[in-house]
Nanobody
Framework: QVQLVESGGRLVQAGGSLKLSCTASGGTFSRNIRAWFRQAPGKEREFVAAITWSGGRTNYADSVKGRFTINRDIANNTVFLQMNTLNFEDTAVYYC?????????????????WGRGTQVTVSS
């Protein structure tokens, strides 16, 4: 059974940094795209970033470009989200997602597996 487990979320002050991790298990994912989404209270789940597993091509939401970086550790089947210059609007539950081998865009319905999320709270 495929499992995605996120970690690293916590309370952080505005302007600070945080690094999230997500490890996949229960299968072979050498071609699967990984992504991060987030959902704030009362809002829909929104795309944050995605990365192709073999080539490392990335895609970012405009709201995080220049502040967030997605990368991966292929050997350990882990994807990271480095978040810098955090602000209050970044407060949300962050979810890791596993998709297919081609699409690395913002449509959550194109991702097949999801983690349970990790809470990031930015204090102003």
């Amino acid at each position: 059974q495929v499992q995605l487990v996120e970690s690293g979320g916590r309370l952080v002050q505005a302007g600070g940094s945080l690094k999230l991790s997500c490890t996949a298990s229960g299968g072979t994912f050498s071609r699967n795209i990984r992504a991060w989404f987030r959902q704030a209270p009362g809002k829909e789940r929104e795309f944050v970033a995605a990365i192709t597993w073999s080539g490392g091509r990335t895609n970012y939401a405009d709201s995080v470009k220049g502040r967030f970086t997605i990368n991966r550790d292929i050997a350990n089947n882990t994807v990271f989200l480095q978040m810098n210059t955090l602000n209050f609007e970044d407060t949300a539950v962050y979810y890791c997602a596993l998709g297919g081998s081609v699409y690395y865009g913002p449509d959550p319905q194109r991702y097949n597996y999801w983690g349970r999320g990790t809470q990031v709270t930015v204090s102003s």
